[in-house]
């Protein structure tokens, strides 16, 4: 689609008068049958925030408003058109009118799925409040119809306020019972599992924790996921239908185990994880095994690459003498990985890198990743394995909408990969991943072609790899360098530079969020000891440097909920792991200046 292109102009204004007048004619209501129309719209004056409303990225302002103290502003982001919608229940062939108050410049209203023919508005230049309307008939069998606001691509933030659909209203009923049978299943360090009885006239269930709404499932069971070990925890469920929401059952309380069988790798409470460069040397210089400093906890040695893209064949070639002359030999090398383990430190090899672009693309490549990266780790004595996937290594199918239940080949074949290396190395199997935020937090915004196509597949495609080994994942920690702009859950932009891009990114992490805006596709949070920041060492290291007191404002708003500056966290979380950066050599280059940060906080 060429999204540069702006739609043709069209002489609508005179034209919906007539179009609006000839209806209610020719539908022959009376006047009384017409005065029994209601607005169908929920929250159209944006009142309650965003409630009733799927945005991709919208939010709330108090100025400017057509009307009350709220309105939308949506803000266009690359191939986002920052549409906001809403499911409405309609009487079948009924006419409806569809309007609202918008501000800005190419702002669009309509309506989908009228059983009909769809309908939309625009406005070219809006520079003050404007109503857009529209109408239309449902269908002879249509029940629900979806109306939404949109912008266009690349253009400034619109505003809508005062969204009405009137028309015949649909007598909702009753709210449906109150569920009974809940209770809990199988339990995990990080996961319980809950089941109840049918309600009769459900269409969907909400389900809560601790008094708050984490899932709504239209099934009777679901499995709550991202909670923390030895923790007890409160569920209650609701039923939902076109009414409305019943009341909640009587809670059930479960305490997850331990960790013993989920999270048996040992780490200090809290970890300073680096790359070393043991392939390569660059401006930072070759640092040896050995000269590592012990303040370093996790080291992943940076790069096993692939001899092509989608042969799953990795190879782990050490720097040659020609370019690092001071590297040690296969045997000082191994002897000084054996004594770092022998001190509590874990040492494990990295996949990818910047320039080892990975695609598993078929099950023979993944059988030759697995057999090849046990080779490495078997040959070197190491504790496990880093995913750093960058590129284009993984992006989603253009039909692959679920991240819950991936369908693209590299996904699956990674995820396969990843479970049997697991299960060959047992529970002491270290499993970290380095994601760049464009495949990860970006999913609040967008995941893969998008629903109407057009997005860059890659967007999001961390996430189904995330998920399904989220109890086997010893430490996720994306990379906060080397990113463009994300969108927070506050629903604002935050750029790289300061403590307000990793307080916004990990509290992303550890809340969990709506992928592309989905309230009932929600990533659930992972626990606190599975995140580390990501962060350059250095400005020598890559773009995204802060400075050590911005690192500790990140770290104090993160586990004490002080120094938050203008962000409002989710929640506090004291047993955050730790900080992960971008490079143990670029460190040492730089006086071992994040190494000093790190010490200094944690102790």
Known sequence: MERSRRPRPFARRGLLVLITTAALAASGLSSAARAADADLARNGGFESGLDGWTCTAGTTVNSPVHSGTSALRATPAGSDNARCSQTVTVRPDSQYTLSGQVQGSYVYLGASGTGTTDVSTWTQSAPSWQQLSTT???????????????????????????????????????????????RAGTVTSSSVALSWSAVTGA????????????????????????????????????????????????????????????????????????????????????????????????????????????????????????????????????AAIQAKQAAGKKVVIS??????????????????????????????????????????????????TDFKNPTTPVIVNLISALKTLKAKYGDDFVLTMAPETFFVQLGYQYYGTGQWGGQDPRAGAYLPVIHAMRDDLTLLHVQDYNSGPIMGLDNQYHSMGGADFHIAMTDMLLTGFPVAGNQNNVFPPLRPDQIAIGMPASVNAGNGYVAPAEVTKALDCLTRKTNCGSYTTHGTWPSLRGLMTWSINWDRFSNWEFQRTFDGYFG
Not at 354 to 377: C, E, H, Y
């Open 136 to 182: 239309f008939r449902t269908g002879p069998s249509t029940t629900r119809v979806t109306i939404y606001t949109h912008g266009w691509y690349g253009t400034p933030a619109y505003h809508a306020d005062d969204i009405r659909l009137v028309g015949p209203a649909v007598d909702p009923g009753q709210p449906p019972a109150v569920p009974t049978g809940l």
């Open 203 to 334: 269409t969907g269930y909400a389900v809560y924790r601790g008094g708050v709404k984490v899932q709504t499932v239209s099934g009777t069971s679901t499995t709550v996921t991202g909670l923390s070990p030895s923790t007890a925890y409160g569920f209650q469920v609701a039923a939902v239908n076109d009414a409305g929401e019943s009341a909640r059952s009587a809670t059930v309380t479960a305490t997850t185990t331990a960790g013993g069988g989920n999270d048996p790798v040992e780490l200090p409470p809290h970890a300073l994880v680096g790359y070393l460069h043991a392939s390569f040397a660059n401006g930072s210089g070759y640092t040896r095994m050995a000269d590592v400093p012990a303040s370093w906890d996790v080291i992943d040695l940076a790069f096993g690459e692939p001899t092509s893209v989608t042969s799953g064949d990795i190879r782990f070639n050490r720097c040659p003498v020609t370019e690092c002359p001071n590297v040690e030999s296969d045997a000082e090398f191994k």
């Open 351 to 400: 996949i990818g890198g910047q320039n080892g672009q990975v695609q598993l693309t078929t099950t023979a490549a993944r059988d030759k990743f697995v057999s090849s990266v046990s080779a490495i780790i078997d040959t070197y004595g190491l504790d496990g394995l880093d995913i750093d996937f960058e590129g284009h290594s993984l992006s989603l199918n253009a039909n692959d």
